[in-house]
């Protein structure tokens, strides 16, 4: 079992950044890779972006790329996605999410999910 934790959400200007932070524990050892993915409000949950956790590889969803950047800290068994250049309709619940399979990164079935962190985007 997996045990996932967000945290770094919260409330910010149109144009601001935010980095999110997800720490993973319990079976740690059996990660191949983890997500973010996002809820907005009346919307289906979508994904955002993916890192592998022993190479580090990425995967993107168009509507983020060039404005965030998902990095891993191995040690610290925790995953980040720093969110720049923010706009209101990337208000949502953000949520993390493991999986052990190596499967190809447009496969958004993760085995694990964490609660969700809050962020909302003031214009």
């Known amino acids: 079992q997996v045990r996932l934790v967000e945290s770094g959400g919260g409330l910010v200007q149109a144009g601001g950044s935010l980095r999110l932070s997800c720490a993973a524990s319990?079976?740690?050892?059996?990660?191949?890779?983890m997500g973010w993915f996002r809820q907005a409000p009346g919307k289906e949950r979508e994904f955002v972006a993916t890192?592998?956790?022993?190479?580090?590889?990425?995967y993107y969803a168009d509507s983020v790329k060039g404005r965030s950047t998902i990095s891993r800290d191995n040690a610290k068994n925790t995953v980040y996605l720093q969110m720049n250049s923010l706009k209101s309709e990337n208000t949502a619940i953000y949520y993390c999410?493991?999986?052990?399979?190596?499967?190809?990164?447009?496969?958004?079935?993760?085995?694990?999910w964490g609660q969700g962190t809050q962020v909302t985007v003031s214009s």
């Open positions: 999410a493991a999986d052990s399979r190596a499967i190809v990164a447009t496969d958004y079935r993760y085995n694990y």
């Open positions: 319990g079976r740690t050892s059996s990660i191949y890779r």
């Open positions: 890192i592998t956790w022993s190479v580090g590889r990425t």
